[in-house]
């Protein structure tokens, strides 16, 4: 190694250590910077040309995306909330150290002009703004309006308002001046009233958009239709048992043409749903949440629908029987908390039967483009069992989410027969990813070792155990 500090010592060539520091966090990129000279050029090189993710408040804290960077540590709190005004020098100082930022997460923080200003000075590449609980340390509504007009670039926003006159004055002017707004999603827990305001302001640019409220009503979709032709994706949930939920879902089958659809409605009549359901001919995702009893034989065929989500939804298994002629493109289903009804003794109904739950999964294997199956099993309320599971020796993907004090041992014992049961009758060579929780996960894989090594045969190299991964509503 030379000591001349004009040159330096190469460790290897500066592309592929750029190859490799693109994987690592801002936090490992700052370690290494005091490793030797290459690293650290290296090292502030992948700090300038990532995008990156600056994140501050009570967020789930997300270790496996490397682009995200959480600066809570160096703020200081003011009756437990962040305070970005307090903390507004290092709060630059952080921002500078990242030239590319395209999100910025704030939850649970004071914020106020001179806050704003430092992330449109420092941030020029920002598009998505989500913004949870935020509190203006300011009582001038100029300058909320001010605070508006510099965030006007913003292309996707998050916005959950809390019950606060100031933030719902900034709210409003913060709609208002978002000309070109592409994806918003508004979550009105406390403050009822602000919807019913900021529709009238919605821009023609959006395409995207996610509402969650109390007060929800059938004016509020129309003014949404009027303004947003171009609008491909919502997402609707209603928190109160309102009567307007048929209506509201008629115009939205009627009046859009959307490609995504989720909605929440628990008053939805199974009649309106079939309905009006097919008119949506583009529609490629649909996720439903409701009580409702779910009858594919009142349906007719869509061709175009490739995901469909189902959470709280009853179900007979006669009423699924023709499912693969209503759905013939369906690729990904999903159940969450579903309620199977046993239809062998009318006079004695219950929930969950083995024998009726199998008949509605043989309706399922049914489906000849269905590559990805995704369940959610609770404690005492079972979704699915080894000869359903095995079914689906052909999937592409197998994702079991576990909730409260389940048999740990049983649900392994399930995954390890269904392997085995792929590993024998699979036609597929292509991948098959088995998802589940890391608590499962590991004794599975443990115990598939084990169980592979007892017959003399190595696991099937198209098998991957993983953990499982999060979804929204649109994929």
């Known amino acids: 190694m030379t000591t001349d500090d004009n040159k330096r010592h190469y460790v290897m060539n500066d592309d592929i250590i750029g190859l490799i520091f693109n994987k690592l966090s801002a936090k490992q990129l700052c370690r290494l910077q005091t490793v030797c000279r290459q690293f650290k050029e290296c090292s502030e090189q992948t700090l300038k040309n990532k995008s990156w993710t600056i994140r501050v408040g009570?967020?789930?804290?997300?270790?496996?995306?490397?682009?995200?960077?959480?600066?809570?540590?160096?703020?200081?709190?003011?009756?437990?909330?962040?305070?970005?005004?307090?903390?507004?020098?290092?709060?630059?100082?952080?921002?500078?150290?990242?030239?590319?930022?395209?999100?910025?997460?704030?939850?649970?923080?004071?914020?106020?002009?001179?806050?704003i200003e430092k992330i449109v000075n420092r941030c020029p590449h920002l598009q998505r703004l989500e913004l949870c609980c935020i509190y203006m340390k300011t009582s001038d509504d100029e300058e909320l309006r001010q605070m508006a007009s510099l965030l006007s670039k913003i292309k996707y926003l998050s916005f959950r308002c809390v019950d606060d006159s100031r933030t719902k004055v900034f709210t409003i002017d913060l709609i208002k001046e978002l000309s070109s707004l592409e994806s918003l999603r508004i979550s009105t827990f406390f403050n009822h009233s602000i919807v019913e305001q900021i529709v009238t302001y919605f821009p023609q640019t959006l395409r995207s958009l996610h509402l969650i409220d109390n007060n929800w009503r059938l004016t509020s979709l129309e003014t949404i239709i009027n303004r947003c032709p171009h609008l491909d994706q919502l997402s609707i949930e209603e928190m109160n048992y309102f009567m307007e939920c048929n209506d509201i879902f008629i115009n939205i089958c009627c009046k859009l043409n959307?490609?995504?659809?989720?909605?929440?409605?628990?008053?939805?009549?199974?009649?309106?749903?079939?309905?009006?359901?097919?008119?949506?001919?583009?529609?490629?995702?649909?996720?439903?949440?409701?009580?409702?009893?779910?009858?594919?034989?009142?349906?007719?065929?869509?061709?175009?629908?490739k995901t469909i989500k189902l959470y709280w939804i009853r179900c007979l298994p006669k009423l699924w029987s023709n499912l693969p002629k209503v759905f013939p493109n369906l690729s990904h289903i999903s159940f969450d908390e579903i309620v199977i009804l046993c239809e062998c003794n009318e006079d004695q109904p219950q929930t969950h039967c083995r024998q009726c739950q199998h008949k509605c999964m043989q309706s399922i294997a049914q489906l000849t483009h269905l590559k990805r199956l995704s369940l959610t099993k609770y404690y005492n309320r079972p979704v699915i069992g080894t000869d359903d599971l095995k079914l689906f020796s052909e999937l592409n993907v197998l994702s079991l989410r576990t909730i409260g004090n389940q048999n740990r041992d049983e649900i392994v014992d399930e995954l390890i027969q269904y392997c085995k049961h792929c590993a024998e009758k699979r036609v597929s060579q292509k991948c098959l990813k088995v998802m589940t929780n890391i608590e499962i996960r590991k004794p599975l894989e443990q115990r598939l070792k084990q169980s592979f090594a007892e017959m003399n045969q190595?696991?099937?190299?198209?098998?991957?155990?993983?953990?499982?991964?999060?979804?929204?509503?649109?994929e």
């Open 58 to 115: 009570h967020q789930k804290d997300d270790t496996k995306n490397v682009s995200i960077v959480t600066i809570n540590h160096m703020i200081i709190r003011t009756d437990n909330i962040f305070d970005l005004v307090e903390s507004h020098q290092q709060f630059d100082s952080i921002l500078k150290n990242f030239a590319i930022v395209r999100t910025i997460q704030m939850s649970l923080c004071y914020i106020n002009r001179q806050t």
């Open 258 to 305: 959307l490609k995504n659809l989720a909605f929440r409605f628990n008053n939805l009549s199974i009649d309106v749903f079939s309905k009006y359901i097919v008119k949506q001919t583009q529609l490629k995702t649909l996720s439903i949440t409701s009580d409702m009893c779910f009858d594919v034989t009142k349906m007719k065929t869509m061709n175009s629908l």
């Open 458 to 474: 190595l696991i099937p190299k198209f098998l991957k155990i993983t953990n499982l991964d999060d979804f929204g509503c649109f």
